[in-house]
């Protein structure tokens, strides 16, 4: 079995994600999937150690997911939410108020994490514009993180990072500060909600920072800015794409630290992998401050797809393995595995120090490395795993059966094997 017919016409007009189209290798044609493994078209299986950008927590083809969203194709594929509403909206949404901590109530959906970050912007902007008439068009966020490519969340994200770098002089300059890790730290980001006045709010991806390199921070971090945010009244937006739906090991990051958030944004597991969906939940404070006789009081957002019937289908039956299957219990176990197997890499030469937190493990190394040819040395040993900068990181599927999350592991230690011999 050789390549199919049609990849030298993608290649010839698909532009890929994040590549440098001329120099990176050759994407592999994926023909299928099934729970942890995706077949390319040359016939071999690999055994998938980031679930399709940590979104396929159920694996893949899941019959419910698949029969959920079959049934809502054949009765209703979608219908706009402008004058309109379907029960697999409403039905989500109530869940999610529930499932979420404290007072966060109100959802709106979209269709990318982005765009869900840029609509909790939105709402935090036009929360100071109707409740004390205020204009507060900045953001506080931190070092280390990722809210999305598009221009808003882009200016949120850490500047050191290629991307912020090159779109710099078309960005609003936001806040990006350390982490308040330390005395110094928490008091610094004190300082500067006291000085600025025009601050909306505070963005954080709590607990796991993701996309710029799986960085860990403790759930007391969390708590140091939830009371410095209320002792100045500023909002603070938990970014839980990555974080959301057990990634951590809770339902939520916000329930390990015990924080609740003004305004939450969910996406990627959110439907299991199986269709595009994010959202945005707001605490009814928040909420309160759009409820109003006062048209110009309105939330002024409304993708086309909002609320995707076949999305939400997706993203309830999911909900519902979450209520029928321990996947926490599962993730924990992968946690105490992924512990087991990586953290005694952290004394091999050319590792700086390991992590895990849920079912993320990461081995970080000292020097920057080769980050496409180490891709395609692991297609090699039969695993997907895709290296961030200077971390090799796992991000299996929940139920990922215990062999291959050895073989994955397995694979990780003698990648760091290989990359030494490779420098020497
Ligand atoms: C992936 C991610 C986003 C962006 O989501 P897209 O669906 O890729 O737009 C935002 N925030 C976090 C924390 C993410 O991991």
């Not at 110009?296 to 909002?306: D, E, F």
Request: aromatic share 8%; proline share 5%; charged share 20%.
């Amino acid at each position: 079995m050789g390549e199919p017919a049609w990849l030298d016409a993608a290649l010839e007009h698909l532009w890929f994600p994040y590549a440098q189209m001329k120099t990176a290798p050759r994407p592999r044609a994926a023909v299928a999937t099934q729970g942890c493994r995706i077949r390319l078209a040359d016939g071999r299986e690999l055994i998938d150690g980031v679930g399709s950008w940590w979104t396929a927590v159920h694996g893949y083809n899941h019959p419910s997911l698949l029969s959920a969203v079959r049934d809502q194709l054949e009765v209703m594929p979608h219908v706009m939410l402008g004058g309109l509403v379907h029960e697999q909206a409403g039905r989500l949404a109530a869940r999610l108020a529930s499932l979420t901590p404290g007072e966060l109530t109100r959802v709106f959906f979209t269709e990318s994490g982005s765009v869900a970050v840029e609509v909790a912007m939105k709402i935090a902007v036009q929360y100071w514009r109707n409740t004390t008439g205020q204009v507060r068009p900045k953001f506080v966020s931190f070092r280390g993180g990722y809210h999305g490519d598009t221009f808003a969340t882009m200016s949120v994200c850490d500047p050191e990072e290629g991307m912020h770098a090159l779109f710099a002089s078309a960005l609003v300059r936001q806040h990006v500060v350390d982490l308040p890790e330390t005395p110094n730290q928490a008091a610094a980001l004190e300082n500067l909600l006291s000085k600025e006045q025009d601050i909306a709010g505070v963005i954080i991806e709590p607990l796991l920072q993701g996309a710029s390199g799986m960085r860990m921070h403790d759930p007391a971090t969390l708590r140091t800015i939830r009371d410095i945010c209320d002792a100045h009244g500023v909002l603070l937006i938990f970014d839980e794409i990555f974080t959301g739906f057990g990634r951590v090991g809770t339902m939520f990051a916000a329930d390990a630290a015990g924080v609740t958030p003004d305004i939450m944004t969910l996406g990627k597991a959110l439907t299991g992998g199986v269709a595009p969906l994010a959202a945005t939940i707001a605490s009814r404070g928040v909420y309160d401050a759009f409820h109003s006789d006062d048209a110009s009081r309105a939330l002024m957002h409304g993708p086309t797809y909002t609320g995707h019937a076949l999305g939400c289908a997706a993203a309830n039956a999911s909900l519902d393995l979450f209520e029928t299957q321990d996947r926490i219990g599962q993730v924990r176990s992968i946690q105490e595995r992924l512990r087991a197997a990586l953290e005694p890499l952290s004394d091999m030469p050319g590792v700086a120090n390991v992590r895990v937190i849920g079912a993320v493990g990461a081995v970080e190394m000292v020097n920057e490395f080769d980050v496409e040819r180490l891709r395609a040395w692991f297609i090699e040993q039969g695993v997907f795993v895709r290296p961030l900068g200077k971390v090799v990181y796992l991000a299996p599927a929940y139920t990922i059966a215990e062999p291959d999350l050895r073989k994955l592991t397995d694979a990780v230690a003698a990648s760091i094997k290989w990359m030494s011999n490779q420098t020497h």
